[in-house]
Each structure stands twice: as C-alpha cells, then as structure tokens.
C-alpha cells in the first residue's frame, strides 16, 4: 500500500495562509514572545501537506494553455457519487441530487432564504460553530440555541427535551445540525439522529446538515449521512460537503450540496443563483476528482490514523497533566475543545490570562468564547506529532506547571 508524508510540516509563511501569516493580527491569535515560534492550532485547517494526487490533477490542467468558460463534467458528478457511496453507504445518489456551492456556509444561508423568512428563528446547538453565528446574524436571523448536555461520562449529547420546547416556542421551521458536530466533535449515531428528525418531523422542520467534517473520523468512528436515517430525513434535509476540511483545499474553494427533494432544491438553486457568484472554479473542480480518487481514499484513511493519534496523545496529555480543564475526546474533526473555568477558578485566571501565557510560548490555539462557551478554548491537531507534543510540552512547563 502506499504510503503518504503526515510527519513533514510545510513552510506556510509568505504562501497565503491565515494560519500563520495572520497570527498577531487582530482577529488571530496573539504572536509568541522573544525566543518562541508560532505553533498553528486555531484556524480549522490542516498543517500537513496534501495528497499527491490533487497537484497532480491540477497541475496536468494547467498545462493546457485555455481556461475558458465551462461545465462540470461527468467525472466531477462520478466521483462525489463514488465516494459517498464508498465512504458513506449512500446508495440511490444521482447527478441531478448534486449541486456547487462556493462554500458550506453560502449553501445553508441559501437554503435559509428559500425556505425562511428574515427576522425568523433558526434553531442549532451550543457550542456553536462561529461560522452559523455570522451567517445567520448577517443575515438578519434569529439564533435560538439547544444547548447540548454532557452525560455521567462527560459525552456531550442533544438536549431533546430542549429541542422540541425551543421550536414550539419559537415557531421555528429550520433548523442547522452538524453531523459531525464541530466543536464538540461528536460523531452522531443512527438512533441519536432519528431521535432529532422525530421531532423535526412532528414540527415539520426543515433541516440544513453541515456535513464538512465527516470524512475525518476517528479511532474507527463511522459516519451517519442525516439524510439517511428516514424518509422525512431524506426529503426534508439540504446536506453540504466539501474536499476542503478532508484535504486542506479550503483556499481552492468548492463545496457542494445532496438534496433530493425536487421542490427543495430546485428553490435552494434558484436562491443560490441570484447573485450570479456561486460558480465553480475549474481548478477546484479537477481538484476535486483528484482527491476522490483511489489514491485519495488511501491518504484519507492514513489520515484519520495520523489525527487518532494526536488526539490520543493530547487528550491523556491534559487528562494526566492539567487538572481542571475538562476535555472530551472528540469522536470526529482535529479539533479538541477544553473547559477551562475550575482551572482559571482555582487560579484565578481569566480565560484572557490563561490565552495569553498560552500565546507567549507559541501555542497558537483559539478563544473558545465565540462558540458559547465563556470558559473554552479550542485546538487544531491537523500537525505532525511531534508538533502536538512540543505544544504540550510548553504548555505544560510554561503555563499549566509555571506555578
């Protein structure tokens, strides 16, 4: 079998990337004192480099010296067939059920705007994705959250209770499920979804599933399309998925929908086309079809093991080291979300204190505020190993240990 490169870190400083050229900047992460380099763990995207095959298929486009006006082709449609129904099971998928969509979040405002009105509510769990926030509040929604409920075991769950008390009150007819859930990183079971579309259905719900994260699963978790639990689930939900999150192409731009009720989506794609920006790029599209190859699904495969171990490492890491901060390990996404308010409480720190002596030392890691919990950080594992283990290592000698 062929073996891919996770433990080469690329040089990303002058090649565009926010995720290192932006920090110390207002919206990133502050820069590392004197003596510390920057370590990358906010912005959801990977520091590793990409399958082989992507620049392969890229660059043998570009080699043709046209880059005219055109349409996605027959391979572009086979392949997001082929890989959801090797990765997903889904079966009964055709090209008319698939459509572009710059991104994820462009699709479900899309989806919003055909089905909702202005100034209407729009139920999703907490903690919150911050991309949901601003769509929805730029959009001129109303966000009307479900807070999630950790069990006896610290497993973060749906508040069903909740759910169905939020949307009688709000009158709500849509709703935003991520599947996998991204902070929290839950990998959502057959049964937990059918419990959610009972009720969307009793409520005749709508449903805009950001499915982005689910190809990157962890320690054997599988994933469970939301489309694929019921019939009311498949006529009555807008799914998104795209190769950015699985591969790292978020700067290619191309996302792209699974709607199977015609009525749907022929409203999504009509809303979607108004402002004419929501075409695709044919480079994104060879991309594409790179990644969804034979080689791709081998890279991703290797992947998720790379990032199983990561997030092994790290979550027995604060588990042993740093008592007070309450993490779960995620079941899907690289992303691990701490709680940190008995550690700040016991040592009285703010969380501002304890982002900063983090930032001073090079871990770049991410306020946790924004995505409604006000004692929260969250971390990007997508890098080598070796990697992971110095940022806890200074985490660990610097701020957690200092005392």
Not at 334 to 348: D, P, R
Request: proline content about 5%.
């Amino acid at each position: 079998m062929k073996q891919f490169d996770f433990t080469t870190m690329p040089d990303r400083h002058g090649m565009d990337s926010i995720a290192v050229d932006a920090i110390g900047h207002d919206f990133a992460p502050a820069g590392p004192k004197e003596g510390f380099d920057a370590i990358p763990m906010w912005v959801a995207d990977m520091n590793l480099m990409t399958c082989p095959a992507i620049q392969e298929a890229v660059i043998r486009r570009t080699q043709h010296p046209a880059f005219g006006y055109f349409d996605p082709s027959k391979a572009y449609y086979e392949s997001i067939i082929r890989w959801q129904a090797t990765r997903n099971y889904v079966s009964g998928l055709e090209r008319k059920h698939i459509g572009y969509e710059n991104g994820v979040l462009g699709g479900v405002i899309s989806t919003l705007n055909a089905l909702c009105s202005r100034g209407d509510a729009v139920l999703l769990q907490s903690p919150t994705y911050i991309g949901f926030t601003h769509v929805l509040e730029n959009n001129g929604y109303k966000i009307v959250l479900n807070p999630m409920i950790q069990d006896g075991e610290g497993v973060w769950r749906l508040d069903y209770a909740d759910m169905e008390k939020k949307i009688e009150e709000n009158r709500i007819h849509a709703a935003i499920f991520c599947n996998p859930h991204n902070p929290c990183g839950r990998v959502w079971n057959p049964e937990e979804i059918q419990r959610a579309m009972d009720i969307f259905e009793r409520h005749q719900v709508w449903i805009v599933s950001d499915e982005i994260w689910s190809d990157l699963l962890l320690n054997g978790h599988h994933h469970t399309p939301t489309q694929s639990v019921n019939a009311y689930a498949r006529s009555h939900t807008a799914a998104f998925y795209a190769p950015s999150k699985t591969f790292n192409l978020a700067g290619l731009v191309g996302s792209y929908h699974i709607i199977y009720d015609d009525l749907l989506r022929e409203r999504q794609e009509k809303e979607a086309s108004l402002s004419a920006y929501n075409s695709m790029n044919v480079l994104s599209m060879h991309a594409l079809i790179g990644a969804y190859g034979e080689d791709g699904q081998a890279w991703v495969n290797q992947l998720c093991g790379v990032l199983s171990e990561n997030i092994n490492y790290a979550y027995d890491f604060i588990r042993e080291r740093f008592p007070g901060i309450s993490v779960r390990k995620p079941e899907g996404t690289y992303m691990l979300f701490l709680h940190c308010e008995e550690w700040c409480q016991k040592h009285g720190k703010t969380l501002d204190d304890l982002l900063k002596a983090g930032t001073d030392v090079g871990v770049a890691w991410q306020d946790g505020r924004p995505f409604n919990d006000p004692w929260g950080i969250r971390m990007n594992l997508a890098l080598p190993l070796r990697r992971v283990q110095e940022a806890f290592e200074r985490l660990d000698r610097y701020v957690f240990g200092a005392e």
